[in-house]
């Protein structure tokens, strides 16, 4: 018989002009394996940070009862010493420190106020150990990779004797390999006794591993799924409210003249002398035209992006690129603009936001000059621009002074899409356009997508779900290894066909290899 270690009874939450959660309801079951979901903004975060102790007791509405007992948790260490943890979707990790420093940091392995080293590394080996890894102890976190980190987040949790495991997008910036692990990992904690709550997008994983879903839109609860109930349909039609028969927008294709033209493009390693990144690249863009970019995690087609748009990435880059049959300087970003190019990147918080700027200051960011007079700023001209791409994208805001930290996955990166087409580009580059952004968002992505595309716009799409290029792009190019291997059109293109490009090439390059030896 199950016994309920979690109830959230009727939790609510407000910011200023923003009401988060309206009337909550959550029931988790101990030793289960709980999943909430709903699209970017429905409350998900901000539930479990009511639940873990970032909002304290006495700053939002309603009870919590946990193992019995009134949960009033005042901070984070609070809800720690009664075994619930939550690893966040940007890791708390310290890269410069060693595995053993992050996992016993703020509960270090002391007595009389100094360090045990020697049980803190043998402590540390034993964690790795149940989350599969055999790194050494005074290994550097920073040069680990973000699956390893994401494993050393949870041996970490380990660390404080978790009862209650928050999860928090967990997989968002893993690749495939190390999702797999993840959710394996998970598996084996529940199998342990460990309690778990995970908020992902990725509807493939939750279906693996979720005993029960619950749905929340628009900060309240819709359903609560057991797992025999659970369908890709029905959690997506909670989610938004609606069907969505079609998960990728009708367009009819009708490309033009080519836009972009690249050919022989070679980029070194920017740090690792005798390293070559990119091996002799071409591709095309049409006007109108999706042009897909596909190949597996490290194949170069963020370098190969980064590098055409100003030089971004990379040393000693060598060849040619043409924009309506005239060479194109792109040797800086405010050149690789002026050229007509835009590149929207895959990390929007680090690399395309200042997250801590309002909307109105992003927007017109890689444009100033469109919202200037004689070198100042024309702080109302900055604001029409803002609130015209507000409505025209629906970023859903109560005011373009809003800072971007506050606005949802969805919305943020409809911002820097904003502040990229401010520059009025007219080949627009979109790295991992969607990640991290939930299926109802992902359309108003696609569709934006479709319109700049029937402008006469050319767009290049790099993704690591096929779906998603098999579905909205015309042409796609396979990448691996820095080299591009084929094209395919919409009527060839699969998944199969995709995945045996790169296979035969690995094969290939086998066959060299044991040829030269």
Partial sequence: MTRTLLEMRGIGKTFPGVRALDRVNLTVEEGEIHAICGENGAGKSTLMKVLSGVYPHGSYEGEIHYDGAVLENRSIRDSEHKGIIIIHQELALVPLLSIAENLFLGNEVAQGGVINWPKAFKQTEQLLKKVGLSEVPTTQVGKLGVGKQQLIEIAKALAKDVRLLILDEPTAALQENDSQKLLDLMLELKAQGVTQIIISHKLNEISRVADRITVIRDGSTVSTMDKHEITEDRIIRDMV??????????????PGEVLLEVSGWNV?????VGRQVIKDAGFTVRKGEIVGIAGLMGSGRTELAMSLFGRSYGRDITGTALMNGKPADTSSVTRAVDAGLAYVTEDRKVLGLILEEPIVRNTTLANLPGVSNGGVLDKRRETEVAERYRKAMAIRTPSVQQK???LSGGNQQKVVLAKWLFTEPEVLILDEPTRGIDVGA??????????LAAQGRGIVMISSEMPELLGMCDR???MN???????????????????ALIIRDNGQKKDNEGEAA
């Fill in 442 to 451: 992902k359309f108003e992505i696609y569709t934006i997508m479709n319109d």
């Fill in 241 to 254: 409210g609606r069907d969505m028969a079609h998960r990728y927008p009708d367009r009819v294709s009708n």
């Fill in 268 to 272: 070194w390693h920017p740090e690792q």
């Fill in 404 to 406: 971007v930290v506050n």
């Fill in 481 to 499: 290894e820095g080299r591009i291997l084929g094209e395919l059109s919409k009527e060839e293109a699969s998944q199969e066909r995709i995945m």
């Fill in 476 to 478: 796609i190019y396979v």
